[in-house]
């Protein structure tokens, strides 16, 4: 029948029952022609299925509750992600999950999720075990995109399957962490989603991985070798006389491969492969045991995956690739240099320079972790000193030290193998002050190298290194080569075999006591300088520092002829500026090894010392070429014989030439990037020297037995024979960085740091 014949009252309850049933999905579906009384003929079964719908709506939208799915001693939870979903179900628009309990020690196949936990402000709800749970959008987004490229998995997610509640389920859970990576099948490191190019970029990861493990490259042990290899020996060609047979061969097969893939510096898909490690993945500090531990990682971005000897061969032949392309650079430059042009930089070149290095650290700490002698080098100091210069971001500051113990090869002497209860008992300052003071009484005495200013928190006790912000380089990374190359440490404690007396850390008073040789009080310091990375205005700064650091010498010998000599011949003292600025360091060639600075550090810094301020003149629009630059006799004369028309231009080069640094100078201004985030200073003896950049006259620089180089504190109070010093951090003091400070007749002191 029409609508025109039925019944107004009747047409209004048709109306009704139709908007109800497009309102709630698990109603039957009718034709809109059936009968009002067919439809309103519902059995007892389709009674009982909307019952049942209804009540899972209404369940839904009930919170989960762990309390339901217990951790027993030794256990952890898994999610199961089913293959399908029910169609007509009412949670079909939320992800369906289930959760279970199951032992470590015999646990099922599954797979353990790397991935970015996302912004806490952004959630959405999952269903797990009938109940909703919320968790970030980006782990949905992950989630969905595994369960769409493989059938039904078990997961180990741990947003999902620790209590992020429960401080006291964190403490235990979190130290299961290592062991859980190790246990899991596989571990997919989740990139994120698809986005521009960067299908493309996976493949070509993918594709170069391959091709480098064919040739023969396998894993990160090999590039120390290769690149020392490589810095002494030409780019092409003959790969020298010298050089193993093995691995000349394995450098003939790299040159073949990077024929076949192309140059980086001419790489058309370079700047995708640089988006794709500039995602957040890359630099979430969870990730490094997420990556390291686990034997078998497929890295996924959308629904591409590589395999993990894939993506290390790769990025091994990128690190490859890019120290060829910097000793062809330099080489280029040199050659640049003599025809008075100036070096062309491409935008590969800048791409190079800071975009494929976020992995090396991680790779090289998963190299140690899989070798059974060399995991037992992966401690708290080493792990924290390896990316204490990298990009590497927790949500909690707890975490800095949380996400490194699941690799610690010192847990158990950290005494947090069982239960990291004190993290949560109390502040991160609290927690980082107890690792801190430990790793001291346990002889990781040198943790005390990475104190810098300033600091997350003043709540942290002085001797306390805050590893939350990205430090500059230490002494120890500005004068000691990669592995892979020779260098020489500093002594100024002497002997390490020397060492005698135990440093007492108080856990209650958070102070540390040390026995210190105090050499000298600060009398003057320089200034501080920015914090400008490139440019001009870094020139100027180092420029300056240079400047303070020559005329600290100059009056260092002043004092000393006064009184008594630092040094041991008056040549040696006039050595000071250039090895100060310099840290006594150079490479050794083009290569990464380093040795004692020699007389091309001298020379360099003779030149540096005097075109800079002729070229910082020039650049900064003081003066122009012709007033900084004059010329010869002889090119003037052969300008004179030269057409008019370009005479202007020829004189132009010429002095622009005589503006460029020369190899050796241009070697001196490109080691002062160790001076960023430092100070200059000179005693009331005339010990000159470079502190951090919180140093300030009256403090003291001392020398203990445990640390190779000297450091700086700060007097507070006197107490008999114990003072109370704040301690501002490490310096570089020439004159007693190989243990001269112990031939002076100095007394030891204790010194209590708080």
Known sequence: MSSATVPKQERGKQKHFQRQQRSSSCFLSFPPSAPLEMQGALTAKTHLRRLVHRQLAAKIMESFDYRTVPVPCG?????????????????????????????????????????????????????????????????????????????????????ICINQQDEAEKAIQVPLMGNIYSTATTTIAWLGEASQRSDEAMNYIASTGSAAIDVGIRD??????????????????????????????????????????????????????AALFDRPYFTRGWIIQEVVIPANVSFQCGSTLVRKDA????????????????????????????????????????????????????????????????????????LQRRFSMTDVRFTEPIDRILGFLGLASDIEKLG????????????????????????????????????????????LPSWVPDFLKQQYPPLRSSTQAPRGGQSLPFSAGGPLATVTVKWQFDEAAKSLCLPVLIIDKLQNVGAKVGSVRGGIQEMLDYFSMSREITTFCEQSIRLQKESSW?????????????????????????????????????????????????LLAVNGGRVSVEEAVTLSEEQERQIAEMPQQVRTKVATE?????????????????????????????????????????LQVGDVVCVTRALEVPFLLRPLTVDGLDCT??????AYCDGIMDGEAWGLGLLETRAILI
Request: some cysteine.
């Open 725 to 730: 010093y704040q301690f501002i951090g490490e």
């Open 416 to 459: 947090f193998q069982q239960s990291v209860s004190e993290a949560y008992n109390s502040t991160w300052e609290d927690f980082h002050t107890l690792v801190v003071g430990r790793m001291c009484r346990n002889g990781d005495y040198s943790i005390l190298e990475h104190v810098q200013a300033p600091k997350s928190s003043p709540k």
């Open 75 to 159: 256990h952890t939870r898994l999610l199961r992600l089913p293959e399908a979903q029910h169609a007509d179900s009412a949670a079909s628009r939320l992800l369906n999950c289930y959760l279970k309990s199951v032992p470590l020690a015999r646990p099922p196949e599954f797979t353990a999720l790397s991935y970015v936990w996302g912004k806490s402000s952004q959630k959405t709800s999952i269903i797990i075990n009938g109940r909703s749970l919320s968790i970030t959008n980006t782990l949905a987004v992950a989630l969905k995109s595994i369960k769409l490229c493989t059938a039904e998995r078990l997961l180990w997610v741990d947003q």
């Open 566 to 614: 630092i040094y041991s011949t008056v040549k040696r003292a006039t050595e000071a500026p250039w090895r100060t600025l310099s840290f006594d360091r150079e490479p050794v060639g083009y290569s990464s090894s380093k040795q004692r600075a020699t007389s091309r550090t001298a020379a360099g810094y003779a030149e540096y010392m005097e075109i800079l301020p002729k």
């Open 311 to 382: 993506f290390i061969a790769a990025v091994t032949f990128y690190q490859i690739q890019f120290n060829l392309h910097r000793l062809n650079f330099l080489r280029k430059f040199q050659q640049h240099k003599a025809q008075g042009k100036p070096q062309p930089i491409s935008e590969n070149d800048e791409i190079l320079m800071g975009h494929l290095e976020p992995l090396v650290p991680i790779l090289r700490a998963q190299s140690h972790y899989h070798d059974v002698q060399k995991r037992q080098d992966l401690t708290m100091l080493s």
């Open 654 to 694: 010429m002095r622009m030439s005589q503006l460029l640094l020369g190899e050796e100078a241009a070697g001196f201004q490109a080691r002062l990037f160790h001076l960023e985030g430092k100070r200059t200073f000179i005693s009331k003896k005339g010990f000159v020297g470079i502190g951090q950049q919180n």
């Open 220 to 273: 990160f042990k090999q590039l120390d070798t290769i690149l020392a290899t490589q810095e002494v020996t030409p780019v092409c060609g003959s790969m020298g006389e010298n050089v193993d047979h093995a691995v000349s061969d394995l450098q003939q097969r790299i040159l073949g491969l990077i024929s076949r893939f192309g140059d980086l510096a001419n790489l058309a898909v370079l700047p995708a492969v």
